[in-house]
């Protein structure tokens, strides 16, 4: 199974640094679910690290067909908190 998902990411195109945790075939199309393996993210204003979890959002995109199917790319979208006092930004995805 981990092959398989390898060659259908690198098919794909897919991000570097997502997982499939799930493959869905239904009436609607194919759809993969997909998130992010890392633990961290870094602030976009002040560059600093942060292990602060404040969401998590699903976003639902439609990928080229495959196979003559509607392909449906479900991406778990984390939101951050950064927790340096001195940045504008509180919140970052």
Known sequence: MGN??????????LPCGWRCSRQIISSDGITLHLHGKRKTAQCPECFKRSDSVHSCRRRRI????????????????RHWYCRNPACSRKIFA
């Open 4 to 13: 398989a998902m390898h060659s259908l990411k690198t098919l794909l195109q």
């Open 62 to 77: 439609q990928h080229l067909p495959c196979s003559g199917q509607t392909l449906w790319l479900v991406f778990s979208v």
